[in-house]
């Protein structure tokens, strides 16, 4: 493992199952009446959040604290930052009270990037949403997620749907699903497919229907509505119509498909209520894995390589 | 001006056979092998090439007003240091030179400087807005005879105002040099829109944002009549359209920056903002392109497009941080090794892109002439063997902004001649 998780891409094949792999040992304390581990007990975890997100933010803040891990939430509203302080002076800031990994979410593609590899900080970094760039927790709890409802990702059809040109989440799971060996396809409009794509390593389509048949999850991703004043497409009536996943599309999956969704959703435009509260839908899951695997994704950058549990008994 | 006179001893002008060089009163004397030095200083150049003093059509000394990144005095001596005898000072300054005021303080300042002349670019439209013609008849007329007119930085986009100033510079033969990027295809670019862009997430700036205002520009300028300057060419297609207009007779010049000679657009998977520059870097084949076209002479000059930046507007991430590369000191190693050193020019071709050819542009009547008895003595002594290292602490310039920190280059410049007298020498001011 390297010492930051900046990109999918930089986690081999061995990297990202071992991750997986402690997330779902991991996920066996939430079946536990004492839902913490003293792993990390004196190291600080900052969370830093240039950006709202309070779903990530606490998904990151429960994984710190379940492995005891004293954890400082630095959000950029209300601080400093907002007054101009530069990223620079904040991550000196952070390593001077001696921060031993900090998350960052930043609204700029690359962020984390700097942080990693501009000597402002000695702790780890990881990239917990940056711009259009990359979310690399979110692909691999999306990857958990499918490991728990399909068995092994290789050789599984996955489709995304959406805004993959303004998407971290669509460039992770892109990366991730193909170092796992599983065959992604992208849908889009071609408006909101970044040009390059055709050196990506997936598929893309134009058409929702013609790959629905050999899906075996389909992940929809969120459209801002305000897309189309950028002429992305004419209206969100015609964005449904055509991109969006309803009850007739959903009959189109083969039984065994998920739905999946990294939310917030923008329920009755990329997908409607009925599709997003239906059984095959895993969209409530996909939060609670995502404590799992960011807690992996502690564990394992802030030095922890022997079994997560190892020393806590089956049955303590 | 000087009585002291100069021997230069053993130096190959243009590459040709090893010969001595008299410089005195600020002209060449003599030239011939032998000769003897008298009471004139000697200039050991064995090994060395001569060339006529490098000239830059395209530099930001940012004098008035972001002293913090340059100043004219320290840019000229960034120029001088890197062979240059002239530079054209773009007019993108607070306030814009976009009168005769402005062009004439920078002007004066250069004069006071003394490392090298300087030629103030006067602004296309007032305040490089875009939208009224400044005055370009009295930059033209002040004492600063600007003959270049840019809003650099900038594109002038609107149609029929760039018709109109094309047209009206021919009455004191002046230039439109045209920063070509179409501003709606561009909104908050980032970066050159392709592969890299599309894994990196940022915002793409496509090649056609500037090819097809180049496609516009040199049919306008065919139209009219007039002379068109394409500033930092970077795109193969780009180099296609040039090409044609030339074969069509219409009267363009373009430039090509260094780094846009030797850089693509793999560096930016770094994140490292020294490598964000407008326009941006390009793939490979665009760096095959431009390097062909400066050779074959559809592209006409180097032009560095010095770019200097205070430290804090690069240390950032990389959405935050400035566009530009400083160039002056490195730009000559640069072309060497992208051009000499690959056979696509000799040092004949090296003089003609970095100073005939934009001195003709540029209209200067004293720069980028022949190495012959009888001419003004402004000089460029280059080590093709040199081994140059690139320390940016030691820059001349106030600004670091580099992407060549830490390379090494065969050539340098060794010393520069401005008038018959020594400005930078062995890396330093004289």
């Known amino acids: ?316 | 001006m000087s009585n002291e006179s100069i021997l230069i001893k053993g130096a190959r002008i243009l590459d040709e056979e090893s010969t001595d060089v008299l410089v005195a009163d600020g002209r060449i004397r003599d030239i011939g092998s032998g000769l003897s030095a008298g009471d004139a200083e000697v200039l050991d150049a064995y090994g060395l090439v001569l060339l006529p003093g490098l000239v830059d059509l395209h530099t930001h000394l940012r004098e008035p007003g972001r002293e913090d990144a340059e100043t004219v005095e320290s840019g000229t001596a960034a120029a001088a240091i890197g062979g240059y005898t002239a530079v054209h000072a773009m007019a993108n300054t607070d306030p814009v030179a976009d009168t005769a005021g402005v062009v004439e303080q920078v002007w004066h300042l250069g004069r006071r400087a003394g490392h090298c002349d300087v030629h103030p670019v006067g602004a296309v439209t007032v305040g490089l807005d875009g939208r009224q013609l400044a005055e370009l008849g009295a930059m033209a007329d002040s004492v600063a005879r600007v003959r270049v007119f840019s809003d650099d930085g900038r594109c002038v986009s609107d149609a029929v105002l760039m018709r109109r100033a094309l047209e009206y510079v021919k009455a004191f033969d002046g230039v439109v040099a045209q920063h070509a990027q179409e501003p709606r295809l561009t909104e908050a670019s980032q970066m050159n829109e392709g592969e890299v862009s599309s894994m990196l997430g940022l915002r793409g700036w496509p090649a056609v944002a500037e090819e097809a205002v180049i496609a516009r520009d040199v049919l306008l300028a065919g139209h009219v009549g007039s002379r068109v300057h394409i500033c930092h060419v970077s795109t193969a297609g780009s180099v296609e359209i040039i090409r044609w207009a030339k074969g069509k007779g219409i009267d363009v010049t373009a430039e090509v920056t260094p780094h846009h000679l030797l850089l693509t657009d793999e560096l930016v998977r770094t994140y490292d903002p020294r490598y964000k520059v407008n326009p941006p870097l390009r793939t490979a084949d665009d760096v095959t392109a431009v390097r062909r076209g400066l050779a074959d002479g559809t592209i006409d000059a180097v032009a560095t497009d010095h770019a200097p930046h205070p430290v804090e507007d690069k240390d950032c991430e990389w959405a935050s941080a400035a566009m530009g590369m400083v160039g002056l000191e490195t730009a000559l190693p640069v072309v060497a090794q992208a051009m000499v050193e690959t056979g696509l020019l000799d040092w004949v071709g090296v003089a003609d892109r970095m100073s005939v050819r934009p001195a003709a542009i540029g209209r200067l009547q004293t720069q980028g002439r022949p190495i012959e008895r009888g001419e003004p003595a402004n000089l460029c002594l280059v080590d093709p063997a040199a081994d140059h290292f690139v320390d940016p602490s030691r820059f001349a310039s106030r600004s670091r902004n580099s992407p060549f920190a830490g390379e090494t280059f065969a050539a340098r410049s060794v010393a520069t001649m401005l008038r018959g007298q020594l400005t930078a020498r062995d890396g330093k001011l004289v």
Request: charged content about 20%; overall charge negative; proline content about 4%.
């Open chain 1, 1 to 316: 493992m390297n010492r930051h998780l900046l990109s999918a891409g930089d986690l081999s094949k061995s990297d990202a199952l071992l991750i997986l792999d402690t997330a779902a040992e991991l996920g066996q304390l939430a079946d536990r009446p004492v839902k913490k581990l003293p792993t990390l007990r004196g190291r600080t975890v900052v969370n830093l959040f240039f950006e709202d997100s309070t779903r990530t933010r606490i998904s990151f803040e429960a994984a710190a604290k379940r492995l005891s891990a004293d954890v400082i939430n630095f959000s950029a509203k209300g601080s400093s930052v907002s007054k101009g302080e530069s990223l620079k002076d904040t991550a000196l800031t952070l390593e001077a009270m001696g921060a031993d990994a900090v998350v960052i979410r930043h609204p700029a593609s690359g962020a984390p990037h700097t942080l990693a590899n501009s000597g402002w900080i000695g702790g780890s970094v990881v990239n917990a949403g940056d711009g259009t760039h990359e979310h690399p927790t979110q692909a691999l709890l999306d990857a958990f997620t499918m490991r728990r409802h399909l068995g092994d990702v290789d050789g599984r059809e996955v489709v995304v749907v959406g805004d993959v040109l303004h998407s971290r989440v669509a460039r992770s799971n892109v990366l991730l699903l193909a170092t796992l060996g599983a065959h992604v396809t992208l849908v889009a409009p071609p408006t909101l497919l970044p040009v390059g794509i055709d050196t990506w390593p997936c598929d893309y389509s134009y058409d929702f229907d013609s790959v629905l048949g050999k899906a075996d999850a389909v992940m929809m991703l969120r459209v801002q509505r305000e897309r189309m004043d950028a002429a992305f497409f004419p209206s969100a009536r015609e964005y449904s119509r055509r991109y969006g996943l309803d009850n007739d599309r959903m009959a189109l999956l083969p039984e065994h498909a998920i739905v999946m969704h990294p939310g917030p959703m923008n329920r009755g435009l990329e997908i409607t209520a009925e599709v997003a509260d239906a059984g095959r839908s895993v969209i409530v899951e996909q939060v609670t894995n995502g404590v799992s695997v960011r807690m992996a994704v502690l564990y394992l950058l802030l030095g922890g390589s022997e079994s997560a549990l190892g020393g806590v008994g089956e049955d303590a």
